[in-house]
């Protein structure tokens, strides 16, 4: 069993539902990166999905796109943000997931990426442009290292790819709420809860909605439906606005109130309508 | 190669040219490009949609279009030449088109095929704009709705065909992220496409992209092939010895090589941007200096760097500045059946000058790639020899860009 299976077998056994953040690792610098993801698992979160950033974002709204260039500006590569997980595995009980675009891995090379994947303690992996179909060698390498494939499904897949995506992918599987490129939304699509009953229908694997989170009300309507909400966009636009002393502060604010924390109160000058939604 | 799914020189049924091609794409993308390579099929075996192709390609682009001997350019190149002499050059004037480049060719054959799948929205990139302006023509000839994304650096070199766009009826969207040229207007197109599936249609204006895009788009420009072979049989009595295209994406390139591509005796040369010098950041030569990997949907040769993020280009012509190359050209060139060359900046600018001067033609920058290599050939094959170039667009479009570089240099 890998360490994602036990985090939703222990969600399910205790009635609850996960939280998944999103960070862009490197964004706004490798050091405070790795405070950033210290904090999100103190502050309630399940799993950590660590964005890896690339030149060309091409499924991102502007938000991560910008994360993604301050990432790189600060000198994070595949190779860093592999360092960057190692040095905080030991420290952080979630899983941490890593969420990438094909090239980087593929310059690296499929097998000594995954080895050092495996080595720095990542759980899972979710590249977003290797679909099913590209994905052979990427799902075969990984299961060998004992890494889980995650894959994505959109309300645009078809009800026989999403019974392959359930025979491929392990760990968990990845529900995007709506069309469209990542960032948040004032509300959730409508369509999620039937994308969310199409795939239970064709697997037992826990399944997470992401796409458009940005709100304690969003996370708890995604509760109702699936085994976890994943918040991107909003968490990097807290990330972006916080001071350098209130940075950490903030994020633990944000993830706590997120999780349905009345005591942390409404974070001061987050939640913008427009986040991402990742 | 695998048993093609199509016809003749297909991908198979994944899209790869050996190991190139493929369909990289986002999740939500799958469906509407497994639902275009559907479409297509269905499109390319429909003989009344062929017809209604060539019947556009014909009183409205007003192809064929001529294939010229430019005399007087041989003549100028004469005197540097060796005793062998100086090879017969002919020009495939896709300059002359409708809009002027060989991008027509392509936009209204997938025009077309929207409105055949009903789409009424059409967005589509652009990098010298000549896409971009063919498309918007292509929307407003069959009254369909047009965006063209394109980068900021590219809106700037290339004004006039912005302009043009927005007198055609089309939106213009300038993109600022990134390297602010055409492969970040790709990333906003996609991002349009993936947000819109659902009524728009994307309008891809070369040989890249997931599968089916290079094969479509080849074969929509497959007619500059045909119309050249016919016509250098009636001029030279003969095939050529080598037919010359510029490369960006490199559908000009497929275009005129696939006339040839049977005929072994025919060497196909593609030119690649030199830009500025071959390092990293100031070039275009994804031959020179790339390495196999994945972008924007499709595997091909790449300027990335070590961590696999794609490197920053240059070029002087905005059509060439692209970090990619098609993967039907990372399958000929593994193959051997083609080879790659690349011309500088300052090449292309002395060619540009050289082709105005003594033809009384102003090419397309990118051409002038093509024509600047055509030439180098031209000294060493010697005059027994013929070579084919294809001219792919005018230059009008660059005349400003040329003046203000001028004026600078004085």
Redesign the interface.
């Known amino acids: 069993m890998s360490r994602l299976d036990h985090t939703f077998e222990n969600l399910r056994r205790g009635g609850r539902r996960g939280l998944v953040t999103f960070t862009t690792a490197g964004d706004p610098d490798l050091p405070r990166s790795a405070d950033i993801l210290r904090v999100l698992d103190r502050s309630g979160a399940d799993v950590l999905e660590v964005g890896v950033p690339f030149s060309d974002p091409l499924a991102d709204g502007p938000v991560i796109q910008r994360a993604s260039e301050r990432a790189l500006r600060a000198g994070a590569t595949l190779t860093r943000v592999l360092d960057l997980v190692e040095a905080v595995r030991p420290e952080i009980a979630a899983g941490i997931v890593l969420f990438t675009y094909a090239n980087p891995i593929l310059r690296m090379g499929m097998t000594p990426f995954v080895e050092r994947a495996a080595a720095a303690g990542v759980d899972g992996v979710l590249a977003l442009d290797l679909p099913i179909e590209e994905a052979g060698a990427f799902r075969e390498a990984t299961t060998a290292a004992g890494i889980d494939p995650i894959f994505l499904l959109s309300p645009t897949t078809t009800d026989a790819r999403i019974r392959r995506a359930a025979e491929l992918g392990r760990g968990f599987l990845y529900g995007i709420s709506r069309l469209g490129v990542t960032g948040a939304r004032d509300a959730i699509a409508e369509g999620a809860e039937a994308l969310v009953a199409r795939i239970r229908r064709a697997t037992d694997l826990p399944i997470a909605l992401g796409f458009g989170i940005s709100r304690p009300e969003h996370v708890a309507a995604v509760g109702r439906w699936a085994d976890a909400a994943v918040v991107g966009s909003a968490l990097i636009e807290v990330i972006a606005r916080a001071s350098s002393e209130r940075l950490l502060d903030e994020v633990a604010r944000y993830v706590r109130w997120l999780g349905g924390d009345a005591a942390a109160g409404v974070p001061s000058g987050t939640v913008p309508a427009t986040a991402g939604e990742r | 190669m695998t048993v093609p799914s199509f016809g003749r020189r297909d991908p198979d049924a994944?899209g790869y040219f050996g190991e190139y091609g493929?369909?990289?794409?986002?999740?939500?993308?799958?469906?509407?490009v497994e639902e275009l390579e559907q479409a297509y099929r269905e499109a390319r075996a429909d003989p009344a949609f062929t017809a209604d192709l060539e019947v556009l390609l014909r009183r409205y682009v007003g192809r064929p279009t001529p294939v010229y001997e430019a005399t007087r350019l041989r003549a100028a190149l004469a005197p540097e030449a060796g005793p062998g002499g100086v090879a017969r050059i002919f020009l495939k004037r896709e300059d002359l088109a409708h809009t002027g480049a060989h991008k027509i060719n392509n936009a209204l054959g997938q025009a077309l095929l929207a409105v055949r799948m009903g789409k009424r929205r059409v967005v589509a990139e652009t990098g010298a704009g000549q896409h971009g302006v063919a498309t918007a023509t292509a929307c407003a000839l069959l009254g369909l709705g047009c965006e063209v994304y394109m980068g900021a650096d590219d809106m700037r070199r290339q004004a006039l065909n912005v302009y043009r766009m927005r007198l055609l009826g089309a939106a213009v969207s300038q993109v600022d992220?990134?390297s602010r040229t055409l492969?970040?207007a790709?990333?906003e197109a996609?991002?349009d496409w993936?947000?819109?599936?659902?009524d728009t249609y994307y309008l891809l204006g070369s040989v890249l992209g997931p599968h089916p895009y290079p094969l479509m788009v080849r074969e929509f420009q497959s007619v500059i092939g045909r119309e050249a072979r016919t016509q250098l049989d009636e001029l030279a009595g003969r095939a050529p010895d080598v037919v010359v295209a510029c490369v960006g994406g490199g559908s000009n390139a497929l275009g005129i090589f696939d006339g040839f591509v049977d005929d072994a005796g025919v060497r196909l040369v593609g030119v690649e941007a030199g830009g500025e010098a071959l390092v990293a950041g100031r070039h275009a030569a994804r031959f020179a200096t790339g390495?196999a990997?994945?972008?924007?949907?499709t595997r091909s040769y790449?300027l990335?760097d070590?961590?696999?993020?794609?490197e920053p280009t240059h070029s002087v012509s905005a059509g060439l500045d692209y970090a990619a190359v098609g993967p039907e050209h990372a399958w000929l060139r593994d193959l051997g059946r083609a080879e790659y060359a690349s011309a500088s900046d300052e090449e292309a600018l002395a060619a540009f000058r050289l082709l105005a001067r003594t033809e009384g033609i102003l090419p397309a920058l990118e051409s002038a790639h093509a024509v600047s290599h055509a030439c180098r050939l031209a000294q060493e094959l010697g005059r027994d020899r013929i070579i084919a170039v294809n001219l792919s667009g005018r230059g009008d479009k660059d005349v400003d860009a040329i003046r203000t570089r001028e004026e600078a240099e004085r």
């Open positions: 994944r493929g369909r990289f794409v986002p999740e939500t993308l799958v469906a509407p992220a990134g492969k970040d790709i990333n996609m991002r993936v947000t819109n599936v659902e390495v990997g994945v972008l924007q949907g790449l990335q070590l961590d696999g993020n794609i």
